[in-house]
């Protein structure tokens, strides 16, 4: 089993522009979650996907953040325009069944937004 | 909002030794999970402990749980220079299915 894959490991953007991260869960996990981690708030939730459909995005932090899981097998965080505050490690994470159960992480995306 | 605690935030020991954290949280739990975070890396699940469970082991890693004061251990014995990590502990509440992190405890252990 190759884990939660996410793209890009590193990105690194001016303020403004559009950034868009990748992930793909670990094949046969119902349930999809977005983290972002910074030092001064940790790790925040954002969005949570079951069986591809959003439950709860009461995390994304405004409108500049939009989440997508067209399929079982792939979502995106788009973050348009992004800003320097936007600047964080945002990590992916499946499960099998509900969210509370044991998750699997990605490798996470260092985002800085210059 | 974080619901889980940790403390201390930092801890260094020897190798060999023993290390304890403790986690607190605020309302009533599912389900509590400790993971482990080296540097630069994803969180790597340790152990899941029930509300209904007072006790778990896996390896040399002990957890426990006191829901009557809303709090939880993790026991690291005879550690070692690779469980140098950050810790969390993460809670799911009984009316949601959420998972939410403390803010860690940093472990450094000795050569």
């Known amino acids: 089993d190759a884990g939660v894959i996410q793209s890009p490991r590193h990105e690194v953007t001016e303020m403004g522009q559009e950034v868009t991260l990748r992930c793909k869960p670990i094949?046969?996990?119902?349930?999809l979650f977005w983290y972002r981690q910074t030092m001064m708030r940790g790790l925040e939730l954002l969005i949570y996907?079951?069986?591809?459909?959003?439950?709860?995005d009461s995390g994304m932090p405004e409108d500049r953040f939009s989440a997508k899981m067209p399929n079982a097998s792939f979502s995106t965080l788009k973050i348009q325009p992004s800003e320097p505050r936007d600047s964080a490690v945002y990590f992916c994470a499946s499960s099998r069944g509900q969210g509370d159960e044991k998750l699997f992480f990605g490798s996470g995306t260092q985002l800085s937004v210059l | 909002s974080q619901q889980g605690e940790e403390d201390p935030q930092a801890l260094s020991i020897q190798e060999g030794e023993n290390a304890t954290m403790n986690c607190s949280y605020k309302?009533?739990?599912?389900?509590l999970q400790w993971y482990r975070q080296n540097s630069g890396r994803g969180l790597v699940h340790l152990i899941l402990i029930r509300s209904n469970e007072r006790e778990k082991h896996s390896g040399r890693l002990r957890v426990t749980l006191d829901t009557s004061k809303k709090s939880s251990s993790l026991l690291i014995t005879a550690s070692r220079a690779a469980d140098t990590a950050s810790y969390f502990c993460a809670t799911s509440g009984t009316n949601d299915y959420k998972l939410s992190f403390g803010a860690g405890t940093t472990v450094t252990v000795r050569a």
């Open positions: 996907f079951n069986n591809n459909v959003p439950i709860d």
């Open positions: 094949s046969g996990h119902n349930s």
């Open positions: 309302t009533s739990i599912n389900n």
